[in-house]
Each structure stands twice: as C-alpha cells, then as structure tokens.
C-alpha cells in the first residue's frame, strides 16, 4: 500500500479523497491555489503546498507545478479526482516518467478511451452497441453531408476531444448542417485545441444512462450497476439516480458482460463509466467512457455498499479486485444525488462570495459531500459544484421523500444556490412518476412559466 498520496484536484473531490486515504493508513499532500488557502482539504490533509495563483491554469492545470510539489513532498502515487488533469493522458506519463503511481488508467487507455471516436470503434469491435454514424473523423462539410444522407436526419454533430456540450450541435436539415459543422468545429478547436468532429444519429428523447466499472492490474473487470443521469441542463447534470428505473435486472446482468468483455479487450484499470443512450424502445448504445471517478459516484456507493475511492487507490497499489470486494454485490435500495451549485437557481448565473451560514442537513439515509463551511468563500475561478446532496431509501419513493426533506434543511446563506431549483423539481409530477429524458428541464422550465 502507499505511503503517501498527493491529491491533485481541490474542493469536495479533494476531501473525499482525503477521506479514504485516512481510513487506508494513509499520509496525504493537498495542493492548493493562493484562492484556496484557507480550504479544507488544505486542513484537513497531512500536508499542503501551494502551487500557483487562483487561475487554473497557473496551479491546478499547471503540471510541472503539480509534480514538483509530489516530489518535494516525496509522495508514492497522485489521485487526479475528477476533472481537471483527471483524463489528461500526458499528465499520467509525466506521473509514469517521474516514477510517482498515478491512481487511474494507463495513459494509453486514457488516450484511446479520450478521443470519443476511437472509443466509439473500440467499443463497436468489441461488440457494443453503438449509434449509426461515421466511421471516423469527418474532414470537412462536404463529407458530413454525405454521411448525414446516409444516417438520416436528424443527427449530432460531436467533438471527438469534446465534454461537458462544447462541440456539438443538432442537426435536422442540409440545409444547416455546413454552418452547424463550422460551427461546431470552431467550439471544439477552442475549448479542447482539436476541432475534429464525428457524427451520430441523433435520438429524440433519449435517456442517460451510464454503468460504473472497476477493473484491477490483473485483467479482471466488475461492473457495479448503472446510474440515470438523465435530468440535465445544456448537458450537465443535476440529478442522478441508482438504479435506473428502466434497467431491468436482466438487461443489468448482459450489459454488464457486455462491459466486462470490452474493457478486458482495451486493457482498462482502475474506475470507470461507460456511458450510453436509451431510446424509447429501451435499447442502449455506447456514447463515451470516462477514465475517471464521477461526480456521482457516491449513488453506487449507496447502493453497493462499495467506497469506491478506496477500491481506486487499492487497485493502483496492486491488489485484485477479489481481495477488494465481497462476492456478491447485491443492488441495494435507492439512491438520488442533487448537485448544489453556487448560481441564481433562475438566472444559472455564477454566485461566488462568502457564505455567512451554512448548515447542512443529517438522519437517517442522507449524506452530504462538500469543502465549504460558514464564514468560507466560494472563489470565482472554478467549477460552482459546493456540495452534493445524498440520500438512501428501501425504494424511489422514500429517497424522493428523504431528499425532499433533506432540501428544506439544507441552508447556505450569502450566496445563490440551486437548492430552490432541486426543490421545484422533487414537486414535479412528471419527475416523481419517473417519466422524464434529457429533455425533462426544458419541458420543466415551461409548465414553470405557465404558473
């Protein structure tokens, strides 16, 4: 096991981790901007460095930074958490190269799982079900027009290096496709330095649906059951759910050895989530991979009973998954997870400030996973996640209620927050029968306005 690990990411990630690695035995170094210096993952770990001004891209984002400080502090191995270098596959070889563990894929895995079409073919040799598209990078509008006749409007346009929405664009007609493709090419060259683009046909009202994997150095893989992730905003996510209503136990068991199989084919370890559509013939179709811990992880870990931070970090030390995890893995109740974010629950605009109360709701089956605390302050320079609301039921119906209740307890002042959002959302009859897609905020921002 390590002796010390250095935590390359900041926030509620950072203390999480923070967390596992004290309950393993073991010593840890946060890394902080001068913004965060009075965070709690600066106080709560064993050490703490500070690399850099606020800006990201001066500290969090800045490698030689990062590794300068894991050497100084003399560490084994560094937990990228989600984000930031997390799937950056070049920070994993600096890692390799400097003789520090990095606690995730090897880079090769990360850069073929990275770039989307890659992963998309990958994913088809190895049997997955995939959506009807090219067969690589498009070169120019041209060909796109080709391949759209082809699939058949409508379809999606996508950034092979893309996340979070950047990238893409939805097309219905030829007639907008040469600008949507310039478009969406000129976004992802901004946003990721690569504006090469792949197409998908486009589904309608679809559901997200995504599966967490764990694989260990010793070429066994585990699926742990699948999360809905389906209520979104512009492509981020703001609840997430496990299980999924629509996964029955059946379609649990084969998509899981479909999995099992395809990331035994790409030589994957550490944690992971497979990511896929749903459309309303209840059919799944691979859409991307994230070589990471997500942020919503801790569903599965209500569900399974499975600290999953602690799985990653024993597997990067060499352990297999069967000395890590019991035999069986029985799906467990439900669980719901609201992302608390630090904007005007109307407006999604950013809410940076001191918080001059926080308090944070407790009993039975609730858990909140967050870095803030009364008199702190949420900078402006970073992602507005604050905390993650967590609760646990026997069923959909008692964690709905938990969460509701939980909600209403939950109090942040001197900042906007989403909790009046998430509690908008919980009254919504289409929301609380289940019946929703990605879809569902549009749908539920207008019967909003109608009232």
């Known amino acids: ?10 926030g509620e990630i ?3 981790v923070i967390c596992a690695c004290k309950e393993l035995g073991i010593r ?18 064993d050490e703490a460095i500070c690399i850099g ?3 990201s891209a001066e500290s969090y984002l800045n490698v030689p930074a990062v590794i300068s400080a894991a050497e100084i502090a003399d560490v084994d191995a560094i937990h990228p958490g989600y984000g930031l270098l997390s799937e950056n596959a070049n920070f994993a070889e600096v890692c390799r190269a400097s003789n520090i563990k990095f606690i995730g894929p090897p880079p090769e ?3 073929l799982m990275g770039e989307k079409e890659k992963a998309r073919q990958a994913m088809k040799r190895a049997k997955v079900p995939i959506l009807p598209g090219s067969d690589g990078v498009i070169a120019s509008a041209e060909d796109a027009l080709a391949w759209a006749q082809q699939v058949g409007y409508p379809v999606i346009l996508k950034a092979t290096a893309g996340g979070g929405g950047r990238g893409m664009r939805v097309c219905r007609t030829a007639e907008e496709l040469p600008a949507l493709f310039h478009a969406a090419s000129t976004e992802a060259a901004n946003a990721f330095g690569n504006g090469d683009l792949y197409m998908e046909k486009f589904i309608e009202r679809p559901r997200h649906i995504e599966f967490q994997v764990l694989a260990d150095q010793h070429g066994n893989v585990i699926s742990l059951g699948e999360r809905e992730c389906s209520i979104q905003r512009r492509h981020q996510k703001l609840i997430e759910e496990a299980p999924s209503l629509q996964v029955t136990p059946k379609m649990r068991e084969e998509i899981g050895k479909t999995i099992k199989r395809s990331l035994e084919a790409v030589g994957y370890q550490n944690a992971g989530t497979i990511e896929f559509l749903m459309d309303e013939d209840g059919k799944l179709y691979f859409i991307e991979m994230n070589t990471r811990i997500q942020v919503e992880h801790p569903v599965t870990e209500m569900v399974t009973g499975i600290d999953l931070v602690k799985a990653q970090i024993r597997i990067a030390a060499g352990e297999k998954l069967s000395d890590i995890l019991p035999k069986e893995i029985p799906i467990r109740g439900h669980s719901i997870e609201c992302r608390i974010n630090a904007e005007h629950p109307e407006k999604f605009t950013p809410s940076a400030g001191k918080i001059t109360a926080f308090n944070v709701p407790g009993g039975n089956g609730v858990r909140v996973d967050t870095a803030q605390y009364g008199e702190g302050v949420v900078p402006p320079y970073y992602d507005s996640l604050i905390a993650k609301l967590i609760v646990h039921g026997k069923d959909r119906e008692e964690a709905m209620q938990r969460m509701q209740r939980a909600l209403g307890m939950f109090v942040v002042q001197g900042i906007h927050t989403t909790i009046p959002l998430h509690e908008k959302i919980f009254q919504d009859e289409e929301f609380r029968k289940g019946d929703f897609d990605t879809k569902f905020m549009e749908r539920f921002f207008e019967r909003q306005k109608q009232k």
């Open 14 to 16: 950072a203390l999480r």
């Open 53 to 55: 001004p606020p800006r």
């Open 1 to 10: 096991m390590f002796r010390k690990v250095l935590i390359a990411n900041r």
């Open 109 to 111: 895995v990360t850069r």
């Open 28 to 45: 840890t170094v946060a890394v902080y901007s001068e913004a965060d210096r009075h965070s709690l993952h600066v106080r709560f770990a």
